[in-house]
């Protein structure tokens, strides 16, 4: 079956830095990328929708310039995390689907510490 | 895309069945039924979808109804493993691939041995 994978699978970073996320797919070419942040007990929310090689479109009350969502290719979409803040701190999780290619399958999750 | 509403929780003896009820009162004719679970601190995971008939594949079994108002997803023999959240979610396939699961709270099933 249709696998994506994340990287990295954990990250502890100082408040200010930049962090990078890659979600890439495996078996197929994701022609569209979601992601979402997990805050503890809570569902999944939707941040954004990453089309290839055009600019992501952002869920209200996410901030573009802080989560910078990247699709340059079929098979990889990367999340930066830039000046990350404690606040930031979360799971952060993608999932990705191509033509012909239901349903959407999701990677395993980062989760994000900022100290 | 429809709402959807779940128990928050429920429990299941071990190699039980589990039936998680979900009612999409809401649903149009072209919107699927979704299930998916996510066990603690991993990604979702794929269970089953369907549109009106019922389906079935090596994890579970979906029985969705006439009027398809509310669907059941049934877990033949729970295991200890399959304690997890559980999301039913209704989606609009128009165009293949671009609309994205938007999640709920989900119930969360808990087995016991």
């Known amino acids: 079956g249709a696998v994506v994978s994340q990287h990295p699978s954990w990250v502890i970073c100082k408040s200010g830095t930049s962090v990078k996320i890659e979600c890439r797919s495996l078996?197929?070419?994701?022609?569209?990328m979601f992601w979402y942040r997990q805050f503890p007990k809570q569902s999944l929310m939707l941040m954004a929708t990453?089309?290839?090689?055009?600019?992501?479109?952002?869920e209200q009350g996410v901030e573009k310039d802080k989560f910078l969502i990247n699709h340059a290719s079929l098979t990889l979409s990367t999340l930066t995390v830039t000046s990350a803040h404690p606040e930031d701190s979360s799971f952060y999780i993608c999932?990705?689907?191509?033509?012909?290619?239901?349903?959407?399958?999701f990677g395993d999750g980062t989760r994000l510490s900022i100290l | 895309d429809a709402k959807t509403t779940q128990p928050p929780s429920m429990d299941c003896a071990e190699g039980r069945a589990a039936n998680l009820p979900c009612n999409h009162s809401?649903?149009?004719?072209?919107?699927?039924v979704y299930w998916y679970r996510q066990i603690h601190s991993q990604g979702p995971q794929y269970i089953i979808h369907?549109?009106?008939n019922n389906e079935t594949n090596e994890m579970a079994s979906l029985i969705i109804t006439e009027d398809r108002k509310s669907s059941t997803l049934i877990l033949p023999h729970a295991t200890l493993r399959d304690t997890a959240v559980y999301y039913c979610?209704?989606?609009?396939?128009?165009?293949?691939?671009?609309?994205?699961?938007?999640f709920g709270k989900g119930t969360t099933l808990s087995v016991s041995s």
């Open positions: 999932s990705a689907t191509g033509r012909n290619r239901e349903p959407q399958h």
């Open positions: 078996d197929f070419q994701a022609t569209t």
């Open positions: 990453s089309n290839e090689g055009s600019k992501a479109t952002y």
């Open positions: 809401t649903i149009s004719g072209n919107e699927y």
């Open positions: 369907g549109l009106k």
């Open positions: 979610i209704v989606r609009y396939i128009g165009n293949q691939a671009g609309t994205a699961l938007i």
